[in-house]
């Protein structure tokens, strides 16, 4: 896969609890130049998007443990639409997952979802899950009408891995994210059936891939 092919299917992102405005605009800098989306803070939306309306951009709801109240996520979600983003990366309340509580978790992405009328990724945190809690999660995804799963915020140990993405394949559309740093891994994501990539690295990936 060449560096043209590879670059609409990275979404670059900057999502540290240290970053800054500067930060973001360098993202969207490197996001414009190679022709990638962005993932970026939810307070940053409204000005990246009049500062880079071509970069389709991408921010989180439920950041990043997911423990926020229904209400909340989906107030959250709303404002950032309005501020302009293009993507909604929002993640479960695993807590409520490893419950048993499936049907609030599938409510509350139900309710999210039907706010809004851009896409809506759900991140399951697949290092938290085991194999019968990630599919319990991907299956409330599909029933919420969500998008997309998405493997991880980042902030957990362990990140993407290509039997996750091969398992939440099965359900829906994946964004593969955490730990992403090189063209090799990502390409290995995209060969196990992952449609996207979240990654910091965005940048050194494509640096890597053929032109």
Known sequence: MD?????????????????????????LDEAREYGMNAC??????????DYAPEVTLATVVGFPHGQHSH????????IAWQAGADELDVVINVGRLRAGEDDVVRAELAELVAAVPIPVKV??????????????????AVAADAAMVKTSTGFADGGATVDDVALMREYLPVKASGGIGSYDEAVAMLEAGADRIGASSGVAILEGAPE
């Open 71 to 78: 209400e909340i996520k989906r107030r959250e979600g709303v």
């Open 123 to 140: 991140i399951i945190e697949t290092a938290l899950l085991s194999d019968a809690e990630k599919r319990r999660a991907c299956e409330a």
């Open 40 to 49: 970026i803070p939810p307070y940053a939306v409204e000005e990246a998007a």
């Open 3 to 27: 560096r043209s092919e590879l670059a609409p299917l990275i979404d670059h992102t900057v999502l540290g609890p240290e970053t800054t405005t500067a930060d973001v605009r360098t993202v």
